[in-house]
């Protein structure tokens, strides 16, 4: 009856027929994650819409809205996590749609404004019912024989594809296969657990991404890219700091700017933002950033003096810039710029699987050898690095590739002084090959 009104009350008012259909829904897509359904309608305008959720069926009415030529309902035609069904029907000038799902879930919905590569948006997340957002199990810090726990962050994902590549490849694809490489390379190494932060084609709040890493109590976060330049002919592979005091590059506030709008592009409700804030707002903020800022610029050099041996490097310092995603306060992070894929041959390089293996074996490389120079306490590597000094004493060293003296002297716990000394070194240079005493304690 009431739609036999307004139909009426429409034609006494004389409406055009064009704003009858005001707006086209023209696509929609569905990415699944550990713990939520996203799917994602596009619409030619701001989309005004009702949604009722009723047991396992969740009903969206787009008002004034007519489905675009190109619209397939379809797309969930294959079997999907959480859903069973969509369908599409034109309901007077409304168009709805009926999600029939596999269960009970809790539909959060929220509308994007337009942003490359983007128009108007409507998102809508299903999360099982009482789940919330993906928690980590809090690692208990048992002391002598935890794992060092290296957290991988593949960048972008689902809604957000990052830098899109002259081959037409996506920067979220690309770096979710050399992430993999990273993480398993991690595990094989022994005493080492690597932490996929995103393992799947869907998107995570950049805030979401430190605080996973935050709650499984990582030593250190790895946030890894591709990037894209307007111009074809600039390549190379960088690593990032956090800096809250601007950029060290032009192309590298840039990037920060490009790399943190991916929260506008990959969508995040305002859910996802709720209760974060007292982390970050906390006066021990700038005081465990501070301590963190140079372990991360160490770990930094670590990789990207690895990366150097093994692929073209953009720059040859770490850099700083105001990485969003880097603003773990109690966690070194670092974020890893694999190549441009602006560039046609370091996208063609960065497909391919031999290179990203490469690339991989050059990251995991640099993160050990930062990690085996002050292992974190309570660790199973820290315990065996230690027995190894205590042999190692009163024996000879010979000096590798990216041994320093105090380096070596870290290794087997003395003192820099000291190593001199029982060298009779001059200076502090040591020379690769060369055999250093390493005096007994
Ligand atoms: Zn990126």
Redesign the pocket.
């Known amino acids: 009856m009431r739609i036999t009104m307004r139909l009426l009350i429409m034609m006494v008012s004389g409406w055009p027929a064009g704003t009858l259909f005001a707006n086209v829904l023209e696509n929609i897509r569905v990415h699944e994650a550990p713990d939520h359904t996203r799917v994602v309608f596009d619409a030619t305008e701001v989309v005004k819409y009702t949604l009722t959720n009723d047991a396992d069926k969740v009903v969206i009415v787009f008002a004034s809205t007519k489905p675009g030529a190109q619209l397939d309902t379809e797309i969930v035609a294959a079997p999907r996590q959480r859903i069973n069904a969509l369908q599409g029907q034109v309901s007077g000038p409304d168009y709805q749609l009926t999600i029939v799902l596999k269960g009970r879930f809790e539909p959060k919905a929220f509308t994007l404004a337009p942003i490359a590569p983007y128009g108007h948006r409507l998102v809508l997340d299903l999360f099982a019912a009482g789940s919330g957002q993906k928690k980590p199990v809090e690692a208990p810090r048992t002391q002598g024989d935890r794992d060092v726990l290296i957290a991988i962050d593949p ?2 994902g689902g809604e957000d594809p ?2 899109i590549a002259a081959n037409r490849q996506y ?1 979220k694809n690309i770096v979710m296969q050399i992430s993999r490489r990273v993480a398993a390379k991690i595990d094989a190494l022994g005493g080492f657990k690597s932490l996929l932060v995103r393992d799947g084609d869907y998107y995570i709040a950049l805030r979401d991404r430190f605080e996973f890493a935050r709650k499984a109590r990582a030593d250190l976060f790895v946030s890894i ?3 894209a330049f307007t111009r074809g002919d600039v390549r190379g592979a960088s690593v990032f700091t956090l800096s809250e005091r601007g950029a060290t590059s032009e192309m590298g506030r840039r990037l920060a700017q490009k ?1 943190n709008s991916s929260d506008l592009i990959g969508g995040v409700g305002e859910v996802s933002l709720k209760g974060k804030d007292p982390v970050l707002k906390s006066v021990l903020l700038d005081l465990s950033m501070e301590g963190n800022r140079s372990a991360s610029v160490d770990a930094g050099k670590s990789v990207l003096s690895s990366l150097g041996r093994t692929t073209n490097l953009h720059k040859r310092y770490v850099e700083q810039a105001g990485f969003m995603v880097l603003k773990a306060p109690d966690i070194p992070s670092i974020l890893v710029e694999t190549g441009f894929l602006s560039n046609p041959a370091e996208a063609r390089l960065l497909s391919q699987s031999a290179h990203q293996e490469k690339v991989a074996t050059a990251i995991v490389q640099g993160i050990r050898s930062w990690i085996e120079n002050s292992p974190p306490p309570g660790t199973l590597l820290a315990k065996r690095l230690a027995e190894d000094r205590s042999r190692a004493r009163g024996t000879r060293y010979e000096v590798v590739r990216g041994d320093t003296l105090s380096r070596v002297a870290s290794r087997f716990g003395i003192s820099q002084r000291k190593l001199r000394e029982a060298n009779n070194l001059k200076s502090d240079t040591v020379r690769i090959g060369q055999v250093l005493v390493i005096p007994a304690s």
């Open positions: 960048g972008h990052g830098a920067e890219h591709a990037d790399e």
